[in-house]
T-cell receptor
Framework: DQQVKQNSPSLSVQEGRISILNCDYT??????FLWYKKYPAEGPTFLIS?????DKNEDGRFTVFLNKSAKHLSLHIVPSQPGDSAVYFC??????????FGTGTRLTIIP | DAGVIQSPRHEVTEMGQEVTLRCKPI?????LFWYRQTMMRGLELLIY????????DSGMPEDRFSAKMPNASFSTLKIQPSEPRDSAVYFC???????????FGSGTRLTVV
């Protein structure tokens, strides 16, 4: 049972444009939501997070939006840069225990 | 700080053989997690330890999988006997309280032929 879902396995975006990655979840008890970025042959690295009591968190070019009623969150990257090409994982946390990850979205930025 | 160290980076083995993956967490981190990455399921948690004690092993797929953490600086994930469907990238992560503290290793790519 996949509690965190990323329905788009891949996404291609022109350099300079906005990249929008989506994530849906089923467990309304999740406290925090996080995005991780993964380059080939490396482990995932933390990118940005949002608490369940907020609806937006911004860090430079990266913004995460949370819609609790829809159990949906999204990551916006603007402007997109070639170095943003990677696999992005959405993750959720309940009770400061284990992270539950989605299946990932491969983002390709086209120069 | 050398980060989370996993070995080997790549492992190719024949079906039926025993495979042991190793992880050295960051010194001072008190939680350790083993994840498996596949195309179909993404990153799935296999087992995690707090202070060397296994807390949740519900993600371990079968009895063929076992994990140990004999001390704070070392953990192993063993598959015996291995099967082709075990082929995946296995990640170890450690943290020291709080969700920001997760640090992943570079992973072990396992291929069972």
């Amino acid at each position: 049972d996949q509690q965190v879902k990323q329905n788009s396995p891949s996404l291609s975006v022109q350099e300079g444009r906005i990249s929008i990655l989506n994530c849906d979840y089923t467990n309304s008890m999740f406290d925090y939501f996080l995005w991780y970025k993964k380059y080939p042959a490396e482990g995932p690295t933390f990118l940005i997070s949002i608490s369940s009591i907020k609806d937006k968190n911004e860090d430079g070019r990266f913004t995460v939006f949370l819609n609790k009623s829809a159990k949906h969150l999204s990551l916006h990257i603007v402007p997109s840069q070639p170095g943003d090409s990677a696999v992005y994982f959405c993750a959720a946390l309940f009770g400061n225990e284990k992270l539950t990850f989605g299946t990932g979205t491969r983002l390709t930025i086209i120069p | 700080d050398a980060g989370v160290i996993q070995s080997p980076r790549h492992e190719v083995t024949e079906m039926g053989q025993e495979v042991t993956l190793r992880c050295k967490p960051i010194s001072g981190h008190n939680s350790l997690f083993w994840y498996r990455q596949t195309m179909m399921r993404g990153l799935e948690l296999l087992i995690y330890f707090n202070n060397n004690v296994p807390i949740d092993d519900s993600g371990m797929p079968e009895d063929r999988f076992s994990a140990k953490m004999p001390n704070a600086s070392f953990s192993t994930l063993k598959i015996q006997p291995s099967e082709p469907r075990d082929s995946a990238v296995y990640f170890c992560a450690s943290r020291n309280g709080g969700f920001y503290g997760y640090t992943f290793g570079s992973g072990t790519r396992l291929t069972v032929v």
